[in-house]
């Protein structure tokens, strides 16, 4: 039986969400596996979109399904090493969410559409144009590669009413990776 490999999703402040993500320079089975293993994720947290570092993966890897919808993979992608080489059209502000910021929805603005050049899962070139939901999808997920997450795109006011639940998460981070107390410092 061959083991499956099971995220969990990181948390605002895990520190590997604040890293910019390397570049994948292997396309094969692993990677596929990791790939199945982050749309699992996104699924069975009712994402629309996963990065890498969200699953404490340091490298260029996103999966999107903007329909949520696992039974409708009409949408689904994975983007390998992508870029945004272009964002383009009308500015347009939408609450977002994200998973590594659990109940928290901020008000974001973006550029409608994006233009990103990427590998798929095998290392074949990818050139693509989003707009609307999509391609503000993308550009989220694009984010968590160059280490910027929701927290920097909020508003003040946003950051101001949030402030409770984000204190929260570093307060639940800090506790979880309390280093363990030293032994012998004092009384020596
Ligand atoms: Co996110």
């Known amino acids: 039986m061959t083991e499956e490999l099971n995220y969990i999703v990181t948390l605002y402040p895990t520190p590997v969400l604040r890293k910019e993500a390397a570049p994948v320079e292997t396309f094969n089975e692993d990677l596929a596996k990791v790939?199945?293993?982050?749309?699992?994720?996104?699924?069975?947290?009712?994402g629309v979109g996963l990065a890498a570092p969200q699953v404490g993966l340091p490298q260029r890897i996103l999966v999107i399904n903007p329909t949520g919808e696992p039974?409708?993979?009409?949408?689904?992608?994975?983007?390998?090493?992508p870029t945004i080489v272009d964002r383009f059209g009308d500015e347009s502000t939408y609450e977002e969410?994200?998973?590594?910021?659990?109940?928290?929805?901020?008000?974001?603005?973006?550029?409608?559409?994006?233009k990103v050049e990427a590998m798929d899962v095998n290392?074949?070139?990818?050139?693509?144009?989003?707009?609307?939901?999509?391609?503000?999808?993308v550009q989220h997920e694009y984010d968590h590669l160059q280490g910027i997450l929701l927290v920097d795109r909020m508003s003040s006011a946003d950051k101001l009413k949030h402030r409770s639940a984000?204190?929260?998460?570093?307060?639940?981070?800090?506790?979880a990776n309390a280093p363990a107390p030293k032994?012998?410092?004092f009384g020596r």
């Open 97 to 114: 969410g994200c998973l590594s910021f659990p109940g928290i929805y901020a008000e974001v603005k973006r550029p409608d559409k994006c």
């Open 123 to 137: 290392g074949e070139k990818l050139e693509l144009e989003f707009e609307g939901f999509a391609s503000r999808v």
């Open 71 to 81: 039974e409708d993979k009409t949408g689904e992608l994975a983007l390998i090493n």
């Open 166 to 175: 984000l204190e929260g998460l570093v307060a639940e981070y800090k506790a």
């Open 183 to 185: 032994r012998g410092m």
């Open 35 to 46: 790939v199945e293993a982050m749309y699992r994720r996104m699924y069975d947290s009712k």
